[in-house]
């Protein structure tokens, strides 16, 4: 890892080719954070399934944000932040067009914003970082040093509880839901609030995929541990209510020392010899993941960020940045009944290394298959864009004055940096000096190359985020289509987010 001071160094490197400047691409992005307490024994713990969330009429949801002690280190409990109380939340199991509205009910100490992570939603339902659900009773007013900083024409407050409004005009995708408040983001993720909506369709229905329950969602993440049991994060105000921010060495990212699956550490499941779907989640503040199999075995990729794949595509391991998806099936046939098989981090050492297991437990009848074609998706075509747009990721200043900007320039609410058409396609282009996944709200785009060369394996399909290394250029073809009006593109490293890395388009 580096340090503060060596990073701010680094900076001054004018790119990769500059003689030991540079971080490879291989390292994680951030800092790890020691728990203070014994680990357990990884694949002890079964894993969990997050229930699924019941409408209390057609179309029409309640949440409630609320704390509550959860049992997640075997022998202790430790407080989340969750929805319903719950960590992950309830996953929302939804289908095209069902028009759905979701009451979020914020029982917490502290403003909230949830965002629906790769949904097509009105602008007023993407949980902008200022448009805040607080606690009936609790008063509330920015903070100092707040990115908007007194101007409150750029806030929103809602008392007690607000609806979001989802169309779910959308391809069948695996999305996600989580905390969005400007500033205080990453703890309040880490704390809990975060939970899968999996849209379903007819397309996605009609393929032989497997399903029930072999369709798995898995939400991967790291944290770490008091000794209480306690999460362990550093943030500099444990309130969330006065001052923003983390300790100076922990700039880059918070990585925990404990991997996570289901909110369960290091789980484990039985499962028939048989193919199953597994909906992978990073849901991690900043680590990324190199996933692989052991004793070997394969991925066979159906779907991105935003559902099927024109093709399935294999994979011996598969890179994942934070709030990146990849549907993938893996065949637990091809494996001896009583083989264990690890699911593995290869970027991560020691307690990190590890991830879950799978114990093929009895053989199954499988009726299942993964068919030569998914889904129709037509290629890029950078020719009909409108626009290009370059934007980049990087650290400005110097000690104190140090910021994560894009374009030079730290988040600005109510400022876009661009102002693209509804129904159209532009080409953006994403430089960084670091690692940062890209996150597009409303938009959704194809990746076209990186560093001037086609795009990976792994960028297959539609997306909402992408993976941007150091002093790496990523070309995107992005689409907007929906609805005009204030959206944002950021970071989802949640430290360099709450540290301004983000900035508003407007779609006119």
Not at 197 to 204: K, P, Y
Not at 223 to 235: H, Q, T
Not at 252 to 268: F, H, T, Y
Not at 293 to 312: E, N, W
Request: charged share 25%; net charge neutral.
């Amino acid at each position: 890892m580096i340090s503060r001071r060596g990073f701010l160094g680094l900076l001054g490197c004018t790119g990769l080719a500059v003689a030991g400047c540079g971080t490879s691409a291989g390292e994680t992005a951030g800092q790890t954070l020691t728990s203070a307490r014994a680990l357990p024994a990884p694949f002890t713990v079964p894993l969990p399934i997050p229930k699924t969330a019941v409408p209390v009429r057609p179309g029409h949801y309640e949440v409630v944000q609320r704390a509550a002690r959860v049992e997640i280190i075997p022998g202790t409990t430790t407080e989340i932040w969750g929805y319903d109380g719950t960590f992950p939340g309830p996953t929302f199991d939804l289908r095209r067009a069902g028009r759905t509205v979701v009451r979020v009910r914020n029982e917490l100490p502290v403003p909230t914003s949830t965002h629906l992570h790769g949904g097509v939603t009105p602008p007023g339902s993407d949980g902008y970082p200022t448009d805040l659900v607080v606690a009936e009773g609790r008063g509330f007013r920015p903070p100092p040093g707040a990115h908007a900083g007194h101007d409150l024409s750029q806030w929103t407050f809602h008392s007690g509880a607000r609806d979001y409004v989802y169309p779910l005009d959308q391809r069948a995708a695996t999305l996600w839901y989580h905390d969005h408040r400007m500033d205080f983001t990453a703890p309040q993720v880490w704390r809990g609030l975060a939970g899968f909506l999996l849209v379903r369709d007819d397309e996605d229905d009609a393929l032989p995929l497997p399903k029930g329950a072999r369709d798995l969602p898995l939400m991967i993440c790291d944290r770490s541990f008091e000794e209480d049991g306690a999460f362990r994060y550093p943030e500099v105000d444990a309130s969330l209510l006065v001052k923003a921010g983390v300790e100076d060495d922990f700039m880059e990212g918070v990585e925990g020392d404990v991997i996570l699956v289901n909110g369960a550490p290091w789980p484990v499941l039985d499962v028939d010899a048989a193919r199953y779907r597994l909906r992978l989640l990073n849901a991690s503040n900043a680590r990324r993941y190199r996933l692989a199999l052991t004793p070997g075995g394969r991925f066979v990729q159906v779907g991105s960020d935003l559902g099927l794949l024109a093709a399935p595509v294999t994979h011996e391991a598969i890179t994942i940045a934070p709030a990146e998806r990849f549907d993938v099936v893996v065949d637990f046939s091809a494996y001896p009944v009583g083989t264990e098989v690890t699911l593995v981090n290869t970027l991560g050492t020691g307690s990190t290394r590890d991830v879950m297991r799978f114990r093929v437990a009895r053989r199954a009848k499988d009726d299942s298959a993964v068919p030569r074609r998914l889904s129709r998706i037509d290629p890029p075509d950078r020719s009909g864009a409108v626009a290009t747009r370059v934007f980049d990721f990087r650290m400005t200043g110097q000690g104190g004055g140090a910021a994560w900007t894009i374009n030079g320039r730290p988040f600005r609410p109510g400022s876009p940096l661009a102002r693209p058409r509804l129904n159209t396609t532009e080409v953006w282009r994403f430089t960084s000096d670091f690692h940062h996944p890209v996150h597009v709200h409303l938009a959704h785009f194809q990746v076209l190359s990186r560093g001037g060369r086609p795009p990976a394996p792994t960028d297959a399909g539609w997306k909402d985020t992408v993976d941007v290394r150091p002093y790496e250029v990523v070309d995107v073809l992005v689409r907007f289509e929906g609805y005009r009006g204030r959206y944002m593109l950021h970071c989802h490293n949640l430290e360099h987010e709450d540290m301004a890395m983000m900035a508003d388009f407007e779609v006119i």
